[in-house]
């Protein structure tokens, strides 16, 4: 089993920066895929950044590319999210989740992945 807890969440004006981050404990290998999601009321969960453990290579929507950067420390077992030019359409709860067995092709769906956490808001309004 593995456990995630996410923090930094909060409210926010537009152009704003924000840094999510996600703790995993538990059973997690180097191997592993760690993402962010988003999820808005009314909408579907939302592929935003994944990075790959053993490797690092990013992955990014197109709706956040050039703003947002995922980074990970293998050490500590986190993964960060920073998010730059922030948008009133950012406005929705982050997810982190984990994967442990992905490959590339599935790195966008939300069911490839094996645990996740509890949701932070974030929330972007004027």
């Known amino acids: 089993q593995v456990q995630l807890v996410e923090s930094g969440g909060g409210f926010v004006q537009p152009g704003d920066s924000l840094t999510l981050s996600c703790t995993a404990s538990?059973?997690?290998?180097?191997?592993?895929?760690m993402a962010w999601f988003r999820q808005s009321p009314g909408k579907e969960r939302e592929f935003v950044a994944a990075?790959?453990?053993?490797?690092?290579?990013?992955y990014y929507s197109d709706s956040v590319k050039g703003r947002f950067s995922i980074s990970k420390d293998n050490a500590k077992s986190t993964v960060s999210l920073q998010m730059n030019s922030l948008k009133p359409e950012d406005t929705a709860v982050y997810y982190c989740?984990?994967?442990?067995?992905?490959?590339?092709?599935?790195?966008?769906?939300?069911?490839?992945?094996?645990?996740w956490g509890q949701g932070t808001q974030v929330t972007v309004s004027s």
């Open positions: 989740a984990l994967g442990q067995r992905l490959i590339l092709s599935s790195l966008q769906v939300p069911g490839s992945y094996d645990y």
């Open positions: 538990g059973r997690t290998t180097n191997s592993d895929t």
């Open positions: 990075v790959f453990r053993n490797y690092g290579r990013a």
